[in-house]
């Protein structure tokens, strides 16, 4: 504990200016935030983790989750996607560091166009994080929620491979529309239907003799159960509900909560991303104005360089959590 | 400034390696699944503790690397990481046990699944 040693008179320790700890204050109080804000985050770590050991069972495969890339439609691709978003994230994290290093040489033109490469980096993942929840709430292949809450899907019992609503349901044209508020009776609204009716998804099981649902539930190896032709059945007699895509109160790949604590959790992290970006923005303009420049001094861009480490750093584990585990 | 004004690049560039093999080691182990990792170890599947173990790798380095911990002062950085160290384990540990324990509860015999 080499730092609480404070040498000299008395009156230059009372008087201020000595740096016990060798960090500015502002660098100081960055790393602070930067402590409570991992807090917060391990917070809500520990809570899906909570959650997931308390429905164990019952929580979804992330890999038949995420399955999407673009430009490949239709192509079963776990993990790939956000494989590139973590290198992204990576690589805009070395281009702040090569920033930081740069003004420590006081070299304004490389601070410049690594700054750049940083903030260029962090939109492009903000926007892949956009389309990954646009896929999320949209769905794929939508499913059925039972009295109990639980969710139903369907897969095609030679194949073993999920079918999608679309593909079996039968139309029944109904009336049913979607009800506004400045229509009904008492000024009731509701959301959008979904594409099929329960009576339809019914219909079309019955017509279709190779379909058969699995539920949440995984055996010993975590491969969810698949029921039979009659379990289904008995099952889809108690469906309420026909579920496409995820929202905060039904989703469905699964366990409800799954749901939540993907938009929650990711919601979050993305939001530190783009005010990371906005931040980052803000110090490279003071930057090309040759404000530290004429400071001598470029510590600005290596608070804002911690800031955005650190976003890479919680990126590490929600991609761990999330989906690798 | 704790730390000199020389020039870091080569070491930014090597621990950028390091960081991309581990990320490309992670997502292979998480596409193949290979079979004989599936097994527990500690209570947890052995998978598992590789990308957790591998996480705190990265972790590691980009602390102590890219935010440049190893140049700070001894107190400075064990007053920022110590904390964190006994404090998300600790937290970690009271959740998941407590979650596995609600688990128990209800998976002998107090939630059914017959409808």
Known sequence: MEATVTTGSEEKVWSGGNEPLGASYGKMMMWFFIVSDALTFSGFLAAYGFSRYKFIE???????????????????APMYYVAFMTFILIFSSVTMVLAVDAGHHLKKNKVIWYMFATIIGGLIFVGSQAWEWKNFIKG?????????????????ATTGERVALADFAKPLHGERVTQHSNEGVWYESETTLSSFSV????????????????????????????LSRE??????????LVVEGANLVHNEYGNRLFADFFFFITGFHGFHVFSGVIINIIIFI???????????????VEKVGLYWHFVDLVWVFVFTFFYLV | ????????????????????VITIVEVILGIVRPEFLEGHVLGMKMLNWIFIILTLVKAY???????????????????????????IPYLAFILLVEGNYIHDVYHDGFVSWDF
């Open chain 1, 58 to 76: 019952t929580w979804p495969i992330a890999d038949e989750v995420f399955t999407h890339f673009p430009f490949l439609h239709g192509v079963d």
């Open chain 1, 140 to 156: 794929e292949y939508g499913a059925v929620e039972l009295r109990s809450g639980r969710i139903l899907q369907f897969l095609d």
């Open chain 1, 199 to 226: 009576e339809e998804v019914v219909a079309g099981f019955e017509a279709n003799k190779n379909i058969v649902a699995r539920t949440e539930q995984s055996d010993e190896h975590g491969k969810k159960i698949i």
């Open chain 1, 231 to 240: 379990q289904t059945a008995e099952r889809l007699s108690q469906a309420t």
């Open chain 1, 286 to 300: 003071n930057v090309i104005l040759g404000t530290y420049e004429r400071r001598k001094s470029y510590e600005m």
């Open chain 2, 1 to 20: 400034m704790a730390h000199a004004h020389e020039s870091n690049t080569k070491r930014i560039w090597t621990v950028f390696g390091i960081m991309s």
């Open chain 2, 61 to 87: 380095y980009i602390a102590w690397a890219f935010m440049h911990l190893e140049g700070e002062k001894g107190s400075f950085r064990w007053s920022i990481v110590l904390p964190l160290l006994i404090l």
